[in-house]
């Protein structure tokens, strides 16, 4: 009895820290496997590609599964496990790992809550508050997460790349990110529509400091110019106003992430 109310103190734990944390991920065990691998995937929440993994917590699961070539299949887990699911990928093709979760809600204090702001590119948000005299003030985000990862199974090619899950925010590469030359077209969809004028930024993992920062056209869409193979991610945060029927919070945030590796 000891060990399990130690165990549950420390995931609690886990989960609170993390939830203040910046980026989510989907972190598979592999990007490229063959059909009829087992895949483990853990949630990553952090900064520049080093943080914490966030155990499986269903209560804030609204999807966690893998679509890949006519299927849908759901990530199974433990509940408080870590790696927070695993699935079985029987087909070739390209599979894509969606997360999508409820709201949480933080309250961070004004000068974090600033420098969060500064990051994120959301600065209509500062100037908002800069204009009602509440820079300082503390605020209180509720805040859900969108995330995909590709998987590549097999020599089944690549296509469902550019399909759509219907989450709130997402982030949709509309040409081929594995083999396509040049920049790759990113369209950003908030309710199924482009947003303009969001920060999208892009990293690799080998050299994370290093990062893409270009802000959508009147479409959603920006051309981010992926240099080298290795481990992508990109990601974009979107920030509203709470509605009036959320007393709990100031702001509502939704943060995108979409994580793939290529590879020569």
């Excluded at 482009?194 to 400091?209: E, Y």
């Excluded at 709470?242 to 943060?255: F, K, L, R, T, V």
Aim: aromatic content about 10%; overall charge positive.
């Amino acid at each position: 009895m000891l060990k399990f109310r130690f165990q549950t103190w420390v995931w609690m734990a886990t989960i609170s820290s993390a939830s203040t944390a910046h980026d989510l991920w989907i972190e598979p065990s592999a990007y490229k496997v063959q059909p009829g691998s087992v895949l483990k995937l853990r949630l990553r929440v952090g900064q520049d590609f080093k943080g914490d993994a966030l155990p499986r917590n269903n209560s804030l699961i609204e999807k966690f599964a893998v679509f890949g070539p006519g299927s849908e299949r759901p990530v199974i887990g433990q509940d408080g496990g870590d790696p927070a699911g695993f699935t079985k990928v029987e087909t070739a093709g390209l599979h894509t790992v969606v997360y999508f979760s409820h709201f949480s809600t933080v309250e961070l204090e004004g000068a974090k809550f600033e420098s969060y702001l500064k990051d994120e590119g959301l600065a209509a948000i500062s100037l908002w508050r800069a204009k009602h005299g509440k820079s300082a003030d503390p605020a209180r985000d509720r805040f859900l997460r969108c995330a995909k990862a590709f998987i590549r199974v097999g020599d089944g090619g690549n296509a469902g790349f550019d399909r759509v899950f219907g989450m709130p925010l997402e982030l949709v590469a509309e040409r081929d990110p594995f083999t396509s030359k040049g920049p790759l077209p990113v369209k950003l969809l908030w309710r199924g529509k482009g947003l303009a004028d969001a920060l999208i930024v892009a990293f690799n993992q080998a050299n994370p400091t290093q990062k893409i920062r270009l802000r959508t056209d009147r479409a959603g869409r920006v051309h981010l110019p992926l240099t080298g193979d290795g481990v992508w991610l990109i990601k974009c945060v979107h920030m509203q106003a709470a509605g009036i029927g959320e007393p709990s919070a100031d702001w509502e945030s939704y943060w995108a992430s979409l994580s793939f590796e290529r590879k020569a």
